[in-house]
């Protein structure tokens, strides 16, 4: 974007682009580039990344790529029965509603695919992630379509925010969401270091490193209209944010690097999100340990992330009146409010 600031937080050099990750693997594996992945039936399928604006393209074979031996290439057809039906339902259930009303509709559908009549939301979100790791070894193979994880019901956060994605796209093409543009948020969660209580109150020489608290995932939507509003939408956290009028929600949900590292990203690529943060320079940090992949909610939280625990209520304008009114152009970092 033309008007991306030159630096970022000095934080954000931790964060470690899942793509990123994925692209080194596999060029260093098997040479896989130009953002294109050829399966053994010869089908060419292109490559999810912050770049992509599913409200813009009309490509129907993605694929989001593993980023280590450990993880899945996700092969994602939009022209399949599966997911069409699953289309046909999101325009039917959203037609009509608000954009608030549309996100949390969409962020319903997309995760009760993997309920179970009879078993409660909090059972199943524990026992997706080893059911999930438990198919993948026993798979046998890399590459794994959407519909058949759909069918077994082995959905994390990283295949329903895929799905929310492109159901969000298709809506914004169907004219039922306001013009805007929409992609795939695959993050790493992390969090400022909290002070101890006692401990002396002075500048560090040094800034502490973040906290790590796993990977997560979501969908984006930038409304171009009205409001300009800046939306997440987490299927997996049942959770639904307007940035420009919740900010607080999502520093408290997802922790202020993990939000201030999306919006850099979102500012210094090809889309039209605007932000006005100004950070400070980047000081030279060391490099990073490797880290796990993907997972849901972290299994031991810090006190910063104890709120999140399954199931997450979506979060609408009344539930927390306090952060009502407080737009994104005031949370910026070069006023030292975010």
């Known amino acids: 974007m033309k008007d991306a600031p030159s630096a970022a937080p000095h934080y954000l050099k931790e964060f470690r682009g899942r793509t990123k990750l994925a692209i080194e693997f596999h060029k260093l594996l098997e040479g896989t580039s130009n953002y294109i992945y ?8 292109h490559w999810v990344h912050q770049e992509i604006d599913f409200a813009s393209d009309d490509k129907a074979l993605w694929v989001s790529m593993g980023s280590s031996r450990e993880r899945e290439n996700l092969l994602f057809d939009t022209n399949s029965p599966c997911i069409k039906k699953i289309r046909e339902q999101a325009i039917a259930q959203s037609n009509g509603k608000p954009v608030r009303a549309i996100l949390e509709t969409i962020s319903v559908i997309v995760d009760n695919l993997t309920a179970i009549e009879g078993t409660p939301r909090h059972i199943r979100e524990e026992e997706l992630d080893s059911e999930l790791d438990q198919f993948l070894i026993t798979a046998g193979g890399k590459d794994v379509t959407m519909d058949e994880l759909i069918e077994r019901k082995h959905l ?46 002075r500048r560090p020489l040094k800034k502490p490193p973040t906290l790590f608290h796993g990977v997560h995932c979501w969908a984006n939507y930038f409304e171009f209209s009205g409001a300009q509003d800046f ?108």
């Not at 990283?158 to 805007?180: D, N, Q, T």
């Not at 993907?294 to 992330?305: E, K, Q, T």
């Not at 399954?310 to 952060?323: K, R």
């Open 231 to 338: 939306w997440m939408c987490d299927p997996r956290w049942q959770s639904v944010i307007n940035l420009e009028e919740e900010m607080k929600v999502a520093i408290m949900r997802y922790g202020k690097p993990t939000i201030l590292n999306m919006l850099y990203k979102l500012k210094t690529s090809n889309h039209n999100v605007k932000s006005e943060a100004q950070p400070e320079p980047l000081p030279a940090m060391p490099s990073v340990q490797p880290i796990p992949t993907d997972s849901a909610l972290p299994r031991v939280l810090s006190p910063h992330f104890q709120h999140m625990s399954n199931p997450l209520p979506i979060v609408g304008p009344s539930a927390i009146p306090e952060t009502r009114g407080v737009r994104l152009s005031e949370w910026t970092v070069a006023r030292g409010k975010l």
């Open 38 to 45: 050829k399966t053994a039936d010869g089908r060419e399928w």
């Open 156 to 201: 994390v956060c990283r295949h329903k925010a895929l799905i929310a994605a492109f159901l969000l796209g298709e809506l914004v093409k169907e004219k039922i969401l306001p013009p805007g543009e929409v992609f795939h948020c695959r993050s790493e969660l992390r969090e400022e270091p909290k002070q101890r209580l006692g401990e002396r109150r």
